[in-house]
């Protein structure tokens, strides 16, 4: 059965700090995707970065950046310099390349203090 | 920008009703989800339609239904409500596969239900 690990149910940083959220995935497949999915407190659920499994580069998205490690299934998300709206839920999410449906880890809240 | 538009934010029903949750896309998308969101469980998925007409099921999907007789739109049933199925319904709808293959979903503002 193919699954996501998010092993840190809840994590905490300071305004302007950087804060690293893991994952994890089992699958047997060679080509996948991989997402982090941002939903912030009573608001909708929104993409934040996506991986492709075949692209050795790390995605970033301005201050967000993956470390993937495929040998690893490994897919962490690090945000630069923290702000306070990215105080939210963080969903790791896997899907095959044959498919479109979406295996959701199980969230990491993240609290941003000032 | 992608709106998918779930019609209700927040429900009360009361145990054994017959319950409709309805969700519009407005970008000719050819997937629409069904979820439910759960605290530690992450999001589950209930049913899954590629076209009109046509569904799939999810990991959860007993005691619910779906309708999808037109692209836009994609209705979840609660077909006799019962206590454990209160929990917060979150839609998502996406382009196939093929076209760009596994662009991402697209969700709504979901909708918190709670069954008495």
């Known amino acids: 059965a193919q699954t996501v690990t998010q092993s840190q149910p809840e994590m905490s940083v300071q305004e302007a700090e950087t804060v690293t959220l893991s994952c994890t995935y089992d699958t047997s497949e060679n080509n996948y995707y991989l997402f982090w999915y941002k939903q912030p407190p009573s608001r909708q659920m929104i993409l934040v970065i996506r991986q492709e499994a075949y692209k050795q580069q790390n995605a970033t998205e301005n201050r967000f950046s993956v470390n993937f490690q495929k040998a690893a299934k490994s897919f962490s998300l690090k945000i630069s310099d923290s702000q306070l709206g990215d105080t939210a839920m963080y969903f790791c999410?896997?899907?095959?390349?044959?498919?479109?449906?979406?295996?959701f880890g199980t969230g990491t809240r993240l609290q941003v203090f000032p | 920008d992608v709106k998918v538009t779930q019609s209700s934010r927040y429900l009360v029903k009361r145990t054994g009703e017959k319950v409709f949750l309805e969700c519009v896309q407005d970008?000719?998308?050819?997937?629409m989800f069904w979820y439910r969101q759960d605290p530690g469980l992450g999001l589950r998925l209930i049913y899954f339609?590629?076209?009109?007409?046509?569904?799939e099921k999810g990991d959860i999907p007993e005691g619910y239904s779906v309708s999808r007789e037109k692209k836009e739109r994609f209705s979840l049933i609660l077909e006799s409500a019962s206590t454990n199925q209160t929990s917060m319904y979150l839609c998502?709808?996406?382009?196939?596969?093929?076209?760009?293959?596994?662009?991402?979903?697209?969700f709504g503002d979901g909708t918190r239900l709670s069954i008495l």
């Open positions: 999410a896997f899907t095959p390349e044959n498919t479109d449906k979406l295996i």
């Open positions: 998502a709808s996406s382009l196939a596969f093929g076209q760009n293959s596994n662009q991402p979903q697209h």
């Open positions: 970008m000719d998308h050819e997937n």
């Open positions: 339609s590629y076209d009109v007409k046509m569904k």
